[in-house]
């Protein structure tokens, strides 16, 4: 069966719109055994984002950074902050490279001109409609040309964070690390040997 024909009569409902759009999506879903039923879900989103893992292979460290999270902070998970890579949303008319590259500068203070892609994945399938364009990237000392800490006007304090490629590994062992961005990325650098 065709989605055209598993699913009809798609409506939306604006629930809240104040960071991003929380909508109300309801459809009618015919199953396979022929009975179609009314479904109601939430849906919430913003813009497509970017995450990077800054790394580099001569000192075998990476970038990470430590800033509050509401949602970790109302789960009751590390007082609310979160060890990860650099991330950002996308922002009109921007590409996620340039994203990329001005997330990096403005979080944690890093030029860099080459990131290169490795996925684009859904975090949350069942709730968001939000993809997240993931890259690595490698740095070095001399890249460092500000001080990051992200952007005061966006709500931003971010604490800067370079560390051993190991330690990170064993900071997703320990859970200091639970960001799903942070842990696809530094586990791409092992599966692909990028630090050895």
Not at 39 to 61: C, F
Not at 138 to 157: A, Q, R, V, W
Request: aromatic share 8%; no cysteine; glycine share 6%.
């Amino acid at each position: 069966m065709e989605i055209k024909e598993k699913i009809n009569n798609v409506t939306s409902k604006v629930i809240s719109n104040i960071w991003a759009k929380l909508e109300q999506i309801s459809f009618d879903f015919t199953f396979k055994n022929g009975k179609t039923e009314r479904l109601t879900h939430e849906v919430y989103g913003r813009n497509d984002g970017v995450a990077v893992l800054l790394y580099n292979p001569l000192t075998k460290k990476v970038i990470l950074s430590k800033q509050f999270r509401i949602p970790m902070y109302v789960a009751n998970v590390k007082n609310g902050f979160s060890i990860e890579v650099v991330g950002g949303a996308i922002d009109a008319n921007e590409s996620p490279e340039t994203t990329v590259i001005r997330e990096t500068k403005e979080e944690v203070g890093y030029s860099i001109d080459n990131p290169q892609k490795v996925t684009t994945v859904f975090l949350s399938p069942g709730l968001m409609w939000e993809q997240v364009h993931l890259y690595v990237s490698e740095y070095s000392n001399e890249d460092k040309i500000e001080k990051g800490e992200g952007l005061i006007e966006e709500g931003e304090e971010i604490e800067v964070l370079e560390t051993s490629f190991e330690d990170a590994l064993q900071m997703i062992e320990n859970e200091e690390i639970v960001d799903a961005r942070t842990i696809l990325l530094l586990q791409y650098l092992r599966i692909n040997e990028l630090i050895d």
